[in-house]
């Protein structure tokens, strides 16, 4: 079964460059997450959707940061314009959520988008 | 906010000691997750603790999940070269009516033939 799909896995860009990522969640699963990941602050969750639907964007750092999933096998995440600090390795993860307490329903995740702003 | 704290950060080991990874916060979880994740990938999912107490064994790894839900351990015996890698636990908690998974910063596991 194919996993989650992340293109591209590697970006180089000069700042003030937009840069789009994309990402393919797993067939069947409903809800897709965003996380960025640094030496210093870890795994940071940006962005999660649930059927399609932006829940909690909490994390997103800043207006320079927007995310769609314009339908469920598809998601992209913005960055316009780019700079130098948001340099990391962007994760995107799925899983299944049913009606009923999905609490243990693991994240699958990609292999990540290495981002590098100069 | 809720915070969870790993140590030891880092370690290096020779093959064959035994060592434990300790993840500790001042929050309750629903559940706690130990992900693995090896350069240019992905975490990949270990196990997910659920009760208090709870216990499980994952061939040479045991994961424990404290009494009140706050903290885990992993413990690795006779730790092997393809054992390296960064161990990170995530905890889940309900908020606006989902669960979210907060991590760790992980600790990177390096084990030496």
């Known amino acids: 079964d194919a996993g989650v799909i992340q293109s591209p896995r590697h970006e180089v860009t000069e700042m003030g460059q937009e840069v789009t990522l994309r990402c393919k969640p797993i067939s069947g699963h409903n809800s897709l997450f965003w996380y960025r990941q640094t030496m210093m602050r870890g795994l940071e969750l940006l962005i999660y959707f649930n059927n399609n639907v932006p829940i909690d964007d909490s994390g997103m750092p800043e207006d320079r940061f927007s995310a769609k999933m314009p339908n469920a096998s598809f998601s992209t995440l913005k960055i316009q314009p780019s700079e130098p600090r948001d340099s990391a390795v962007y994760f995107c993860?799925?899983?299944?959520?049913?009606?009923?307490?999905?609490?243990?329903?693991?994240?699958?995740f990609g292999d990540g988008t290495r981002l590098s702003i100069l | 906010t809720q915070l969870l704290e790993q140590s030891p950060q880092f370690l290096s080991i020779q093959e064959g000691e035994n060592l434990t990874v300790y993840c500790n916060s001042s929050s309750v979880f629903s559940s706690l997750q130990w992900y693995r994740q090896e350069p240019g990938e992905g975490p990949v999912l270990l196990v997910t603790v659920v009760t208090g107490g709870e216990v499980k064994k994952l061939k040479r790894l045991t994961f424990q999940f404290g009494d009140a839900r706050k903290d885990s351990s992993l413990h690795i015996t006779a730790a092997q070269p393809g054992d390296t890698g960064l161990y990170l636990c995530?905890?889940?908690?309900?908020?606006?009516?989902?669960?979210?998974?907060?991590f760790g910063k992980g600790m990177k596991l390096t084990v030496n033939p």
């Open positions: 993860a799925s899983s299944f959520r049913g009606q009923t307490a999905g609490r243990n329903q693991p994240q699958h």
């Open positions: 995530a905890g889940s908690y309900p908020q606006g009516g989902s669960e979210k998974l907060v």
